[in-house]
């Protein structure tokens, strides 16, 4: 019996071992798990550092402010057009009055310019682009408007009505409307050296941008007509 006890006393004393030894596994697995952890999130934060320092931030940012710059640029370029071309119409306006000059033509002004709309009937004969002898005086007073404005470009259109026309010079609309706007250009630059050459532009467009309904011969009479539009070099570029 006493020895029998003897060797219960001695397992029983060694039982703290087992104990110790699960304990240091466990603590040794704990910082095993530690420094797993810590490692992942060290490659995460220098990612992160690296997203946040890199290029590619600094790069978004410097083009996000060269468009805002860009914007503020543009809208500044806008606002000095729009009172250049108020500034143009004030004076064309009050050249017309001075000239009596106000019921022959019509002035416009929109995001491309000052439009002048000089009736057909008052420099062709019908279905003709030839300048009538008495349309001359009157395109003279057109030319002294133009040397008054020599930092714009001219873009001169020629319109007609839709009655079809078939000559061996014009054999559509769209050969008389080009004419017209030619002539008229060509009648400009040769009365005076300080309109240079350089500066036109002509277009015709035929029956296809009607002012009104081709449904009347007075509307008819509104639709032929020759245009001169006064513009920036930026709306005749964007227009070729």
């Given at each position: 019996m006493r020895r029998r006890s003897e060797g219960g006393e001695s397992n029983q004393g060694r039982g703290w071992l087992v104990t110790f030894s699960d304990m240091v596994l466990i603590i040794l697995v704990f910082f095993i798990m530690l420094f797993s952890i810590s490692n992942v999130d060290a490659q995460r934060f220098q990612a992160l550092s690296e997203s946040?320092?890199?290029t590619s931030i600094m790069d978004e940012l410097s083009?996000?402010?060269?468009?805002?710059?860009?914007?503020?640029?543009?809208?500044?370029?806008?606002?000095?057009?729009?009172?250049?071309?108020?500034?143009?119409?004030?004076?064309?306006?009050?050249?017309?009055?001075?000239?009596?000059?106000g019921d022959m033509i019509q002035t416009i002004?929109?995001?491309?310019?000052?439009?002048?709309?000089?009736?057909?009937?008052?420099?062709?004969?019908?279905?003709?682009?030839?300048?009538?002898?008495?349309?001359?005086?009157?395109?003279?007073?057109?030319?002294?408007?133009?040397?008054?404005?020599?930092?714009?470009?001219?873009?001169v259109e020629g319109h007609t009505d839709n009655r079809p026309i078939e000559t061996y010079r014009y054999p559509s609309n769209w050969e008389l409307s080009g004419a017209r706007?030619?002539?008229?250009?060509r009648y400009i630059t040769e009365r005076s050296e300080k309109v240079e050459p350089g500066r036109f532009r002509a277009t015709g467009y035929a029956d296809t941008r009607p002012l009104v309904p081709n449904d009347s011969r007075e509307n008819m009479q509104k639709n032929r007509r020759v245009v001169v539009m006064i513009t920036d070099r930026t709306t005749a570029d964007e227009n070729q």
């Open positions: 946040f320092s890199g083009s996000i402010t060269e468009f805002e710059d860009e914007q503020i640029e543009q809208l500044v370029d806008e606002e000095e057009e729009v009172d250049h071309f108020t500034e143009v119409k004030e004076y064309i306006d009050e050249y017309l009055i001075e000239h009596d000059l002004q929109d995001d491309r310019g000052i439009t002048l709309i000089l009736q057909e009937q008052l420099l062709f004969n019908s279905g003709e682009a030839l300048i009538l002898s008495e349309a001359k005086p009157f395109l003279d007073q057109i030319v002294s408007i133009l040397k008054g404005i020599p930092d714009y470009y001219i873009e706007a030619s002539s008229v250009i």
